[in-house]
């Protein structure tokens, strides 16, 4: 996850566990500060970690005293599904 500072651990330790990258399943969080970035915060994630995808990207929630925007997580996450890139 972006905001614990483990990509780049989690991506050195797939490198050395010797395991195709295909037989893994990685998740990785952004941070609500790069949701409007999406793109961009996922190609941050995967540089950082040495991959060239994740199976699952998720927002990190919750944002103390902070509501949900639907409506925008909604459209942004729209975005990648349009331009090939799969959130």
Do not use: C
Not at 6 to 12: F, L, M, P, R
Not at 40 to 68: A, F, Q
């Amino acid at each position: 996850a972006q905001s614990y500072g483990t990509e780049h651990d989690t991506g050195a330790a797939i490198a050395a566990s010797g395991l195709d990258r295909k037989d893994l399943f990685v998740t990785t969080k952004i941070t609500m500060e790069n949701l409007l970035r999406l793109e961009e915060s996922l190609d941050d994630s995967l540089t950082v970690m040495g991959l060239d995808y994740v199976d699952l990207t998720l927002i990190h929630w919750p944002v103390k005293g902070d509501v949900p925007p639907f409506p925008l997580i909604s459209a942004i996450w729209q975005r990648p599904q349009t331009t090939g890139k799969r959130a």
